[in-house]
């Protein structure tokens, strides 16, 4: 079931500034924490080191204030790539909460990245890691809706096909005949929220579910 939203709902689901959740999502891995702190690092130093050279400068104010822009990088860096992120689905015409079910449940390993190491010998050999994703397809009463995807973590053992599941659905048509994009997703009965990233405010989108979802309770 697709349950158009009105105006003004899908503004306060998603925010346009990034949470504190989807600042946490954006930060990263500590291979992407580390890649910040030393832009933000190295950035910042070189550029308060010119600025010091260009005292007597009238560029001096400007090499200051790039050197402290670089050093808060850590911070605003994330906040810019998670309000990026909404964007994409606020940019959206329509919106509709779906009410469906899991038709499968299915993993498949990912690479995540590749890197060359030294070996014992010294030859560099291609080093790959791994990470398995948990694939869900959603399907209502219509049929097949799509397909969510997310790293796996223990918390999902307990997911199962026939699972009550909730989440967004965004379509460029107003007859939804094709969805462009899915939000994460809410399985009521677990109590688990599941999805790459966390798009929604959650507090706020299981209370509009309770209310539009004719009064159900979770």
Known sequence: MLIPLRPGELQRLIPAVATGNQFGAALGDPQKILQRVMISSIGGVITLLISQNQVASRWYSIWLVIGVVFLLYILWGPIIEAGQKNSQLRRYPMTAIFDGQISDIFTREKIENRHEQADKLGKLELVENRRTWLFLELEDEDGYLGQLCFPMDKNHQILKRG?????????????????????????????IWVGEYPYLLRPAFQELCQMRLFGNQY
């Open 163 to 191: 699972q009550r599941i909730l989440c967004l659905v965004f379509s460029e048509r107003k007859d939804f005949s094709t969805i462009d994009a899915l939000s994460d997703a809410w399985l009521p009965s677990q109590r």
